[in-house]
């Protein structure tokens, strides 16, 4: 007897510590759930922002990094002579002014006096130099980081002026001079990347977090926040989830369907596009692909509207070649409409190419991304309509890389190009026959002379002339289905203002501040 | 003391047919490292170039040795992904993984013990068939969907912790064992149950053995023989369960960890697959693996402590 009374006590104690530590914990909390955003409370708050990414940082040296999602947040930590504007255009940076000689043949840099890198030195022209050769330089392997920058012909500089001299014209070399600057004798840009952005690089801890803090003795304008805390969340519902919670202030690149879970009472949700050209590309070398007339009889078949509309709630602007609407001049809009949908027209040029009762295909679909698995199942049904039986092969992203992209073992596949510079070239390159990222397997001779002829040209209005028929050249060739650029949807906390979309896939924070 | 060498012979075997069918793994699955890292921007002589620099133009046992070599002077390699040295990406996610698996352990043990021995004197009541449902219920219940409710509910509704934000292990410890406890309930629940529905039925096929209906018939009282004899001869089989439970825990938190957003092992791992970094797969398998197998021993060598008569190679 006196044991089980002894047994009943300990039961008991057991469960009275775990009530009281509930209690304890819920108590602080219990306090918080009451608070609103008032004044007082406006004091008190840090200033500074967590940010959601859905996927981690590759490396921080900013000359190795390759995910995209990486450059979007160094854009912060690292300038080049010259950097882009939410505008598109190439403005000076850490060159205070940039000269082009009318041949194109020479670029002459003056060096901005006194700009600081965040390890307290002093940007001299070693630096300078060390950081372009670095990306143009073959390193012990064989490649340079960036091929384009062979038309380096001649690098010649003193104490406050760098000169190249080309080779051959080149108009896009300017955009390629957004490469970091970075100090020439530090080996740590790995894990504790040193630049001369808004922003310093404070730590890192692996598929958890990455904190920057304003830099203090920036040369422009500073950064309105103290500190900005990125925090990884792989999975969207863990996005959202981290919304609701507070952990949490602002997300980029979701969906409607997310966004919608959020109440407008703690946040706003601004939209941009996301500046990639999503389509369904077709592996132009294999049958029934290599008919002009079956992909054109896709192109009258999808409706991109209609994915637009079914898929994306509306929110998307629908293209009609490898270009969008934020590359300003390059950006044809009439090519959009030159394939209106139309099953009759479709269903003629599959009887003319040989296909009157349609045909099987497969489209390979990057699992990790539900927008393109969404887009995947319209068009599937739209095909129906024309009597082309698809199937989606949904495939994880590293099978995609080796097999869609680096092998071209598919047939179709759905995903977003984007272009990492403002310059056209880097989404119309690509569909040269010769170019060894031709994934499509685009082949058209035509293309390839008028390709050659805008790299080499010297006349801005000629090349982007010259850029302007490439589009039309795939649009009327049918390349690929194009769909749209999608919809860049972002949860923005409710006081925090001065978000910027950029023409390029980056994050500038140092515009972002705390109204109130 | 035999036995315990022939246990940690066996361990280190185990051990090296994990690490090598991890690393064969790799070379079977589509997808190639150097292709993920460059990503888009990928061209030939760059592949190459990042190939040769890992290595992975070697063949497949020259490569397997290396690393092999290299596990055992401590160099685990360096991260593709991250370009840092595995150890040092994962050493805070070991400690974060550790303390969310005791946490549950702890959790199992204080709660299914007791009240599975308590659970035995409801056998044949009223509300036997309420608690046998419930039970069934609570095995029945993954983690992650019991996870999503819990953040939903504790998180978000209640505001116990703030999901998507682990506070850090060492500077923050109590805040942080505070996100991981409900993490950790999560992996305990479906185990919890089994161990009540294993502890019961060890209990009741012990009371209806011979020497407990002479011990009663003697005049002992019934408790008193539960709780004296009863429970001693359950031990052995309580404690291989509790060892296999461990290695429950471990799956367990490889999902959960996703759902709370927790930087432990269990998410770099899945993550890392994704990035084809199989310099840190390898090295987090292995561990796994270690920690696994290490349980196993452990609850083999007390329990044959126990009962000597296992040592002779007989079973519990």
Known sequence: ?516 | MRYTFKRIGLLLITMLLVSFLTFLAFTLVSGDPAQTKLGTEATPERLAALRQEWGLDQPFFTRYFRWLAGFFSGNLGVSYHYSKPVWDLIASKVGVTLCMCLLSFLIITVVSIPLGIWSYRWVGGPFDWLRTAFNQLCMAVPPFFTGMLVSYGFGIVLRMFVPGNVPDLHTNFGAAVKHLFFAAVCIAIPRIAMTIRMMRSTVISEMNKSYVRTAISRGNDRHAVLTRHVLKNSLVSTITFLGQTMAEIIGGSIVVEQVFGIPGLGRFLVASIGYRDYPVVQTIVVLLAFWVVLVGTIADLLNQTIDPRLRLGGKA
């Open chain 1, 1 to 516: 007897m006196k044991k089980k009374v002894l047994a009943i006590t300990l039961v008991l104690a057991l469960a009275l510590t775990l009530l009281a530590g509930c209690g304890k914990s819920s108590a602080p909390a219990a306090a918080t759930t009451t608070e609103t955003p008032t004044a007082s409370d406006a004091a008190e708050r840090p200033n500074e922002l967590s940010i959601g990414v859905a996927q981690d940082f590759d490396s921080l040296d900013p000359h190795h990094a390759t995910a995209a999602g990486t450059k979007e947040v160094l854009f912060n930590v690292f300038e080049g002579l010259v950097k882009p504007t939410s505008e598109g255009q190439l403005v000076p940076a850490v060159a205070s002014d940039v000269k082009v000689s009318d041949d194109g043949l020479t670029y002459t840099f003056t060096l901005r006096q006194g700009v600081k890198f965040h390890n307290g030195d002093t940007v001299d022209m070693q630096d300078v130099v060390f950081s372009i050769d670095r990306n143009r330089l073959a390193e012990e392997g064989g490649a340079a980081l960036i091929p384009a920058l062979g038309v380096i012909e001649d690098l010649s500089y003193d104490d406050t002026t760098l000169t190249l001299k080309l080779s051959e014209p080149s108009l896009e070399l300017l955009s390629y001079m957004t490469l970091a600057i970075i100090p020439a004798d530090y080996d740590q840009q790995e894990t504790a990347p040193v630049g001369t952005g808004p922003f310093k690089f404070v730590s890192r801890e692996a598929q958890d977090n990455m904190v920057l803090e304003r830099f203090a003795d920036y040369w422009g304008t500073p950064a309105k926040l103290d500190k900005v805390t990125f925090r990884i969340i792989e999975n969207v519902e863990g996005l959202v989830m981290g919304l609701q919670s507070g952990a949490l202030d602002l997300v980029m690149h979701l969906t409607s369907n997310e966004t919608a879970q959020l109440s407008t009472k703690d946040f706003h949700v601004e939209e941009g596009s996301m500046n990639l050209v999503q389509a369904l590309y077709l592996n132009n070398a294999v049958k029934p692909f290599d008919d002009v007339r079956v992909r054109q009889a896709l192109c009258y078949g999808v409706d991109k509207q209609g994915i637009i509309d079914r898929a994306f709630d509306g929110y998307g602007i629908p293209l009609g070649t490898s270009m969008f609407p934020s590359f300003g001049k390059y950006y044809d809009e009439s090519l959009t409409d030159y394939y209106t949908h139309d099953v009759e027209k479709a269903k003629e040029l599959l009887a003319e190419a040989g296909y009157p009762n349609g045909f099987d295909m497969t489209i390979s679909v990057p699992s990790n991304y539900q927008p393109h698995v969404d887009t995947a199942e319209v068009i599937k049904e739209q095909l129906k309509d024309i009597g082309v039986n698809a199937t989606i092969l949904p495939v994880e992203w590293g099978v995609w890389l080796s097999d869609v992209y680096g092998a071209r073992e598919y047939q179709s596949t759905i995903t977003g190009l984007t272009s990492d510079n403002m310059t056209a070239r880097k989404l119309l390159e690509r569909f040269g026959s010769q170019i060894s990222n031709n994934f499509t397997n685009y082949n058209n001779s035509e293309y390839d002379e008028i390709l050659a002829k805008a790299v080499t040209s010297t006349s801005d209005e000629e090349q982007t002339a010259l850029y302007r028929q490439l589009e039309v050249n795939l649009t009327e060739n049918a390349a690929n289905v194009y769909i749209q650029d999608m919809a860049d949807l972002v949860a923005v906390r409710n006081g925090v203002e001065g978000l910027t979309f950029y023409p390029l896939y980056v994050l500038d924070v140092s515009t972002l501040y705390w109204a109130d």
